[in-house]
């Protein structure tokens, strides 16, 4: 199956999406590219992103910025790639563009914001 670039829309002032492809309802992930100018979520330094059940990656396609995970604090750059588990706070920062891959597909109920 080949697919072409989706729609984009922005998450919050930092953050702009853009899909790259719907999942089939039998997919066991999805990918979306993030553009990232500043903190994310929402500009607030005080809140993390929270999946419980998505697992992600982050594959940086340029641009450079920090990924946080859990307690750690990764400065990333074009060619990096960070993992970050289910159930585990992380945030963005910086100006970067990064391939977003998430498995399970990406379901809102499954985040929050902490």
Partial sequence: MKFSEGDSY???GNTEIT???EAPEDANFDS???EVDGY???GDREKKIFNKRSQKGYYVLEGEGKIFVGDE???VEK???VFVPEKTEHA???EFKALIVTSPPF???DEELR
């Fill in 40 to 42: 994310h979520p929402d």
């Fill in 92 to 94: 963005l920062e910086g």
């Fill in 10 to 12: 922005s998450v919050d």
């Fill in 19 to 21: 899909d790259l492809f």
């Fill in 32 to 34: 979306v590219i993030s």
């Fill in 79 to 81: 060619g990096e790639f």
């Fill in 73 to 75: 604090v990764h400065e």
């Fill in 107 to 109: 379901d809102p109920e």
